[in-house]
């Protein structure tokens, strides 16, 4: 895969500082490219790494191009445009249209003749997988669930019956979608299975890590709208409802019927309890716990300093004796606006 | 699926309020529910929805049946009563017995003609899986294991060998149970794996979420007991002992040794500490962190609150500064005292 | 498997204290050991327990030996001994070399004679597996990974393109290696993917968990050294370097481009910010939060205290106001050292 850089430019709507005839081979960091590499400045905090960089071309906004030692590519958004380049040389898995001559296929599912079902992939009855579609080696999908057009399971995935998938989506190794929801009733200490009745219902252009679980939902369905990014590691309960390009980090769970608005951006190992309403445009930072419902736009935190840990012991039984120490401190204040009073 | 009213309240053990002929066929939510739906009210939460519903009929509590402006079925516990009918209108994903063509089945395995063994499964040396036993497509059991009279793995699940699982199990995808306990001898900085022979011993009616994982003991079994409840991406550590009825919710982390009594309720995201022991009747709240023994029945928490990011960071510079600032309050109460019994 | 306890000690390098001819069957705990059975004295908290042990033979120190009531081996480092000694107890589970028929491997595969390729395994274009090598039932290893001598992949496992495990790995069920980094470059509220261009490099003798996750890097490649052991539910994303003979504990998630140096320890449900440094040596305690780069060797923690549910929501509400009450008290500080200078 070799391109000029002014056929980059072309293919991804930005402007040429240099030479277009130089050929481009392949991408690196700003700090490790060397000569055919193009790599690209989108955070400030690395443009003093750019007069150093050995790279035949640099990504990067108008207002660094003169300061640029090389070619580049000025750009609007440059990590955009270095999205769009690295897109030209990521190496892709060729899988073959066609259902795998290992593959278990239920004789009522309808597969595209252009999807690919792999290795040992496993289908159920009623399944049904779209043109363009690739079910990875070992995946299981179980019966009536609908995979969309270019939608790919990479390998190992699971999806429940009934679970329905839009367009390229790209679910990543280990992941499960569809289990049942964590729902019980209690009969005099013992606890009862409550059949979880709901589907999972995931919108187009959907990328969910490796590992991840999306549960079912109990009654209605849970909800992945459009352009949603889950990292790996994650778990959604049942009915919680994710709205469109929200993106949520690795390790965060998010409890029974949680609703997450749209575009927003919650960290990695992040709790949200259940039964509440986070709305549009949030950001949650990362290890934060999410006890009640965010009615209005913003970044929100919470956690604890990390310190030495024979300093936190000291601070840590402090925390337990806030609320005393709050009283104390105020009737302090009393008695010290009396004592002025009297003098 | 289509029951009468009557027809339900006798399955169930309840009460009709209304006409027992109104014919169900299906469930929804108390909001949702539409004709030839029932529904229930469990949490008086949602009462003032009762009055607005369109469902045929809702489950309910004696005291709200007089206000139900619907056909009724009136139970002691109408949660309870909810996963009865629940289960009603499953839909069951039938395994016909027997072993599939691509399954790999060990010679010595003794499988019970009436269970399933799905597509791709594969049974190491001298597993035994009992009647009404179904393993599903893509799981592995390891050599040695023995999974109990109607216990389902869903798909891609591991079982390591001589992990002993009882009757009416229902493990989901992905989950892997027996694999070794985190165990290293430090050699002069290099750590040295600790062989991990103990197994994992898992009662009757266990239910096991997604992506979770299950070690085997050190020397001894992990246990968890009849009852037990796991949602997904939970990690349960070597020599961990559930007892029974307890109900665990999902990405909480249990480290080794720590031994958690029966009927205990934990919620979502919660550390607990190894060599730890929580006793009976004992509720964790979801993101707590349990460093210390609990030895008293009752609810638990910790946690800290979430903040627009730029209160936190005050905030949480001072978490930092707590032992101080209680030595300071202290010594200011002392001054104040001195100052007046001096005036 | 049966040993004198004489042969124990010339394998172990370790001193018969007592009977050389003593029989060793098994292992038990200090508490649980039986006649047969070998147990350890490694942690002194439990010294008082070795008085009234029942056991064979106990592993222990120097210092232990004149108190022990039975036979002993003694060495310098008991947890060690009893590592190796476990070893020779552990059940080997045989995989036969060659491979399983049922196994998917494709053409251009470089299986060495004496691997061993598992029942329902596939393996891509190119995909090179070292002598001893395993690759367990339905893992499934995609195009151009290269598997060391020795390495074992337990079963459904997932290694991604281009990954490269050393020698003697363990990788644990359902584990997923090289998958994309979460990366995603924003186009007016869209997330459009940045191809993942990076590897995962993972050197020798390192064990990984099972359920853990371990992302490719974007550009650059993410790093495990030598000796490194991660447990389960971990989630390491892309570019992230862990240094040699670091030990992580379960449910840790550590960001991108987090640099963990040597022979650190991070406990279970630890958060590491991205872009950070642990310098080598660093022990993090449980359910930590890492935010800032760790400069100086030490033990580090961060976490708040669990308490009752009553008083712990009372200590919550105050955490928002710690920082008016530090000012609060330096006011305070203040009116008083002014009112007692006027007194």
Redesign the interface.
């Known amino acids: 895969m070799r391109y000029s850089l002014g056929e980059l430019a072309e293919r991804t709507g930005t402007r040429v500082h240099g030479d277009p005839a130089c050929v481009i081979e ?4 700003l700090h ?1 490219a060397g000569p055919g590499q193009i ?1 690209f400045l989108a955070n400030p905090r690395y443009k003093r790494q750019l007069g150093e960089t050995r790279a035949a071309a640099v990504i990067l906004g108008e207002q660094e191009a003169d300061a640029c030692p090389c070619n580049a590519l000025v750009s609007r ?1 440059p ?2 445009t ?3 380049v ?2 030209l ?3 892709e ?1 060729a899988m073959a249209p066609g259902v ?1 001559p ?1 593959a ?1 296929v239920d004789p009522t599912c309808r597969v595209h003749p252009a999807a690919s079902i ?3 992939a ?1 289908l ?1 009855a009623n399944v049904v997988v779209e043109a363009g579609a690739v079910i ?3 995946c ?1 999908v ?2 009536g669930s609908h995979i969309g057009e270019d939608s790919r399971l ?3 995935v ?1 999806v ?3 679970t329905v998938i839009g367009r390229r989506a ?1 679910i ?5 979608i569809g ?2 929801g ?1 729902g ?4 005099a ?7 979880q ?1 709901g589907r999972v219902r995931i919108g187009d252009d959907v ?1 969910i ?5 999306v ?1 079912r939902g109990a ?2 369905d849970t909800v992945i709208e459009d ?1 949603v ?1 889950l ?3 994650i ?1 959604v ?1 049942h009915n919680v409802h994710i709205g469109k ?1 929200t ?1 949520i ?3 965060t ?1 998010i ?1 029974g019927s949680a609703h997450i608005g749209s ?1 927003c951006a919650i960290g ?2 992040v ?1 949200v ?1 259940g039964h509440i309403e986070i709305t549009d445009g949030v950001t ?9 419902s ?1 009615k209005t736009p ?26 005393e ?2 009283r ?2 105020k009737s ?2 009393k ?2 606006q009396e ?2 009073q ?2």
């Open positions: 392949g991408v690196g960091t490790g790599t958004n990590h955009l270095y999205a769009h690295a897109a040389f990521a190496r898995i795998h290992t278990v792999g290795a040992h496993v159920g990875g080696p070992c299981v179980l019966d990479v390998a190992n699971t429940y019956a009934d790209l990543h190794a280990g992941t499960v289990g049942d964590f019980f009733a209690n009969d200490g013992v606890w009862i299975k409550v059949a009745l990328e890590g490796a590992c991840t679980t549960d009654i209605d352009g990014k990292d790996n590691q778990q309960a390009h993106i980090a690795g390790c769970g409890a575009r990695g190992g709790g309890t949650v930072t990362g290890t934060s716990f999410v006890s009640q965010i913003g970044v929100y935190s919470s956690g604890v300093p990390l310190e030495p840990t024979e300093h936190w012991h000291k601070n840590f039984v402090r925390m337990k004796q806030l609320d120490m709050a104390r401190l302090l204040e008695e010290l004592l002025k009297k003098g």
